[in-house]
């Protein structure tokens, strides 16, 4: 069954932040990403843009959803709940690229799905696991970093109960 992106502000039913158009036009800047994007199917694109926003939505929020019964954690009640904050979007489609990068092209699986390559129990507990033959060209291509999706999402973030600084510095 395919998938039908929802990017209703607020909506019931609403699974992404980001439409497919949204996202053509956000990865056209990352050159290395867009020809893979361009190349994925409607239906590829909008798995993964599913996939990324649910993993955004696993994150704990300051504040309450704006709206009761909206499925999506954004906007939060701090916010214009008439929109979603292009920072919110835009977190969203580094995670989609996180994702992409940290994917085994050969396997499916991800950085925490890897296979086991060595254990050493003798000496101490010791676990190695085997990175995909492709990653370093994946994240290389692809961009995109957990810490940057934090960095855009910071001003709606709890860590541990406590409010992440919605201030941070920008090095040039």
Known sequence: MAITI???????????YASIAEADAYFEANVPFFPIW??????????RLVRAAQAIDRMT????????GQS????????????ISPRVRNAQLEMLL?????????TGRTSGSREIASVDVNQTAS??????????????????????V?????????D??????????VVR
């Open 6 to 16: 929802d990017t209703t502000v607020s909506g019931a039913n609403a699974n992404s």
């Open 38 to 47: 361009s190349a994925m199917t409607e239906a590829e694109k909008s798995a």
């Open 61 to 68: 929020f300051t504040g309450d959803k704006a709206i009761d």
């Open 72 to 83: 999506m954690e954004f906007p939060r009640n701090q916010d214009d709940i008439s929109l």
């Open 98 to 106: 996180h994702h992409f990068a940290d994917q085994d092209a050969s």
């Open 127 to 148: 676990v190695e696991y085997s990175n995909a033959p492709d990653r370093a060209v994946r994240e290389a291509c692809a961009g995109g970093s957990i810490e940057t």
């Open 150 to 158: 934090i960095a855009l999402l910071r001003p709606w973030l709890f």
């Open 160 to 169: 541990a109960g406590v409010q992440i600084d919605s201030t941070f510095e």
